[in-house]
């Protein structure tokens, strides 16, 4: 079996444990046509019925898909999202969980992330997810601090945390692939602080001069650095204030995860946190914005309610 195929198999039995009385729905765009296909053949080998539907590459992650292609998604067992932009912080990808779908989106994933990160252990990616996820459903308060500068400080209360495992066999399971994190929205208005990214950044990708985000009552009001740091603001400038919302407080749990500047793989890479801004209300939170973007902060110390979570880009939990 090629690479590609066999990590195509591992989603829809291992992943998606998908089903002989099954129907499965493959969403791509044409950037990720080669890969939407390989699912669609392997989905084809196993469910009772394969529908393979390409769409217009949405103009920015968090964009919807069409309302057709919405409504379809509400009306299959399974949905798997290889697309250019990302599906994921969606009315349509929430909507599709809500009436039962079992979903996974893998969005900008290449056929070198597929054959590098989906032959990981999710089992052990899994238990370790479920225990920062829980450290983080039961905390208050975090504290992310780094030797380049970050020091952060975020309610977690009334928020939900929860582990992105790569195991979704359950009625309304949603998760990234590759998977491999734990993640919370904090409480809008509660950050504060700074944050610098160094690793890499949705929209730009690697980092060669760390970008600095000034956070005031739960939004990032300045963006410092160079080049990189300019080109994040022109794209926070397309949108509303909300935007900027700080939205997510994530931490990577895949070993076999590298830092290659696409941020699917990048937010997953152990040892590594990243702090998102723009939209939540995907995942627990109040902000509905077309925009979701993530920054990978290497070599973090994470404390939760003063117990280290990681210290110095070591999980020790």
Request: with cysteine; net charge negative.
């Amino acid at each position: 079996m090629k690479e590609l195929e066999k990590a195509a198999d591992i989603v829809i039995n291992d992943c998606m444990a998908v089903k002989d009385d099954e129907t499965v729905l493959v969403i791509t765009d044409e950037p990720l046509r080669k890969i939407g296909m390989a699912f669609f053949q392997m989905a084809k080998k196993v469910a009772a019925e394969a529908i393979l539907t390409e769409i217009t590459s949405r103009p920015n992650h968090g964009a919807e898909p069409p309302k057709s292609v919405a409504n379809l998604m509400q009306e299959v067992d399974v949905v798997l999202m290889p697309t250019s932009k990302s599906l994921s912080h969606t009315n349509a990808r929430k909507g599709a969980n809500e009436a039962g779908t079992r979903a996974a989106t893998l969005p900008m994933i290449t056929e070198e992330i597929m054959k590098r990160t989906l032959t990981a252990d999710y089992e052990v990616i899994k238990e370790r997810s479920m225990k920062v996820a829980k450290i983080l459903d039961e905390g208050k308060v975090a504290h992310l601090t780094t030797d380049k500068g970050t020091d952060i400080k975020m309610s977690l209360e009334t928020r939900k945390g929860k582990p992105d495992t790569g195991i979704y066999h359950k009625d309304g399971d949603f998760g990234n692939l590759p998977a491999g994190e734990a993640y919370i929205a904090p409480l809008e208005g509660t950050s504060k602080g700074k944050v610098v990214i160094d690793g890499a950044m949705s929209g730009i990708g690697m980092i060669e001069e760390s970008i600095t985000l000034i956070i005031e009552d739960g939004y990032a009001v300045e963006v410092e650095g160079g080049t990189e740091a300019k080109k994040l603001e022109d794209i926070l400038n397309q949108y509303e204030k909300e935007a900027r919302n700080v939205a997510e407080l994530g931490i990577g749990t895949n070993d076999q995860a590298t830092l290659v500047g696409n941020v699917l793989e990048d937010e997953k890479v152990m040892g590594t946190v990243h702090v998102a801004i723009g939209d939540n209300s995907a995942f627990g939170g109040k902000v509905e914005v077309e925009s979701h973007l993530d920054g990978i902060i290497t070599g973090p110390t994470l404390k939760v309610d003063g117990k280290v979570v990681m210290e110095d880009g070591e999980l020790v939990i």
